[in-house]
């Protein structure tokens, strides 16, 4: 990607860094563990007035590419200090699952010099990790990144 | 003998410290097992478990 990142803040596991397109939007990414080691969820949303965070929002500050180069940027920094982590991500809705493989697909000469990007589908009720194929942009239900680790 | 009493209160004081260090810490722990993603982490461990499953 050609745009610089955002520079960002972390907190543990939590990361924020502010979008400056239209408005100045206050972002959120979060690694959180679920019952199976190794793997995290990644949570990115808009750090509401409230306090709250919302993932559904379609902020559309016009500065998608930064936005998802910080990011990327972010990913590569929390794998740095949990090397053999798995990241895990999907969307709130099919549609914004698609948006993702869209982006993924966009972007994947630039991902796969960092990540290995497996998708997870769906047949008869069983969920199976395929390699991401770029002609395939819907039927995901989630996506898993593993960080190449160059030696 | 003051001098050993001054000592055993300036050693009980600092043990009470770290106890109540040892408290923050366990909260800090739970706070970072809270997730602001709740919907996103369940559906992630229902579809792990679910892949763990099949492979069994």
Do not use: C, W
Request: glycine residues 6%; aromatic residues 12%; proline residues 3%.
């Amino acid at each position: 990607m050609n745009q610089r990142p955002y520079p960002f803040t972390r907190f543990a596991d939590q990361y924020t860094f502010i979008s400056v397109g239209k408005r100045s939007i206050t972002k959120m990414v979060e690694f959180s563990t679920g019952m199976h080691n190794g793997i995290f969820n990644l949570g990115f949303g808009d750090l509401q007035p409230d306090g709250t965070i919302d993932d559904m929002a379609n902020s559309n500050n016009g500065d998608i590419i930064k936005v998802l180069s910080t990011v990327v940027e972010i990913i590569i920094d929390f794998t740095d200090t949990n090397s053999k982590s798995r990241i895990f991500f999907t969307g709130s809705t099919l549609s914004r699952i698609s948006l993702y493989s869209r982006i993924i697909k966009m972007y994947y000469p630039e991902f796969k010099k960092h990540f290995v990007i497996k998708g997870i589908v769906e047949n008869n009720g069983k969920f199976s990790e395929i390699d991401f194929d770029a002609d395939i942009l819907n039927g995901y239900v989630g996506f898993i990144v593993d960080k190449i680790n160059y030696i | 003998m003051p001098l050993k009493k001054k000592n055993t209160g300036h050693r009980l004081s600092r043990k009470l410290k770290s106890k109540k260090e040892t408290v923050i810490v366990y909260k800090t722990t739970v706070a970072a097992e809270e997730t602001l993603f709740p919907g996103k982490v369940k559906k992630m461990n229902d579809i792990m478990s679910r892949m763990e499953k099949q492979s069994n």
